[in-house]
């Protein structure tokens, strides 16, 4: 959601709501800015009832993701950071991790918020962390678009 055309979206009230942050170990920095940024989503909607999962690295969040929303969870926030090396393994971790959220998603139903970062290099992940001289905190952008989501679905 960064860049030109990008939507203004309200942090929705969801008191109520049951929420995971899962999120990797890789990167800590970064991970853990991502985290903090989720959380104050969360806690700018009301949202109390949530549980940080944390596993290895973003090739894990599909299958952390799915076991939450089989656990009851209203929506997942999957955040993580994948860097750009000299091998093709980016794009085979960065493909996976994208296949596998939306597949949990579209098949349980259960809100994603997509917050991994696919970056060339490390001042792009800090820059997009949510830290103090971060130009984007999409830790947090990552939880308003699962949230907006989940509200709209519930009117459904």
């Not at 929506?75 to 971790?93: M, N, S």
């Not at 001042?123 to 709209?152: C, F, H, I, N």
Request: aromatic residues 6%; proline residues 6%.
């Amino acid at each position: 959601m960064s860049g030109s055309g990008a939507p203004t979206i309200e942090v929705p009230r969801a008191e109520g709501a049951r929420v995971a942050i899962v999120a990797a170990q890789w990167h800590p920095k970064v991970t853990d800015a991502l985290v903090a940024g989720a959380e104050r989503a969360l806690a700018d909607s009301g949202v109390t009832n949530y549980t940080v999962i944390r596993v290895p690295g973003s090739f894990e969040l599909p299958v952390a993701s799915l076991h939450a929303s089989k656990a009851g969870y209203s929506a997942v926030i999957a955040l993580g950071v994948v860097i750009r090396g000299d091998t093709p393994h980016f794009e085979y971790v960065c493909q996976a991790t994208t296949d596998g959220l939306m597949q949990v998603a579209v098949t349980t139903g259960t809100p994603i918020g997509f917050g991994v970062l696919t970056c060339d290099n490390d001042p792009q992940a800090l820059d997009r962390a949510g830290l103090p001289d971060s130009r984007e905190d999409k830790g947090y952008e990552a939880t308003q678009a699962a949230l907006s989501t989940l509200m709209a679905v519930r009117g459904l």
